[in-house]
């Protein structure tokens, strides 16, 4: 007795296994997408209030001629010879004591902090 098989029931299920190939192909692609959420741009902007005469900018290094100085309310850039920059300890200090209450900062940043002492092993070992 020969076997029958119904030609509706194969591609019935043959549709089946391509939509569900292409709906995990669909998922698998929004997962790749939210997978690089990280930002991997070392260029940072910062509004700051300002309390004391020296500003902590960064825990990293800034690099150095990217920073600029801006007041936030106008983006009117800060003349430059009322502070000074220590790229490498990403710090502020201002020069002159008439100073606005917050700045916004935006500049590039190294992936280290270059005045931090670093060691393989502990110097007294």
């Known amino acids: 007795m020969p076997l029958l098989i119904n030609p509706n029931i194969i591609i019935h299920k043959v549709l089946r296994i ?3 190939a292409q709906t995990i192909g669909i998922i698998w692609l929004l997962f790749s997408f939210g997978a690089s959420a990280q930002n991997l741009s070392n260029l940072r902007t910062r509004t700051l209030a300002l309390s004391t005469d020296t500003l902590h900018i960064d825990t990293l290094s800034i690099v150095p001629a990217t920073l600029k100085a801006t007041l936030p309310h106008t983006q009117t850039p800060l003349d430059t ?6 790229y490498e300890k990403a710090l502020l200090i201002w020069k002159t004591a008439p100073r606005p209450d917050s700045i916004t900062l935006q500049y590039r940043v190294f992936p280290y902090l270059f005045s931090q002492t670093a060691s393989h092993k502990t110097p007294n070992k």
């Open 18 to 20: 391509a939509c569900s």
């Open 81 to 86: 010879t009322t502070y000074s920059i220590h």
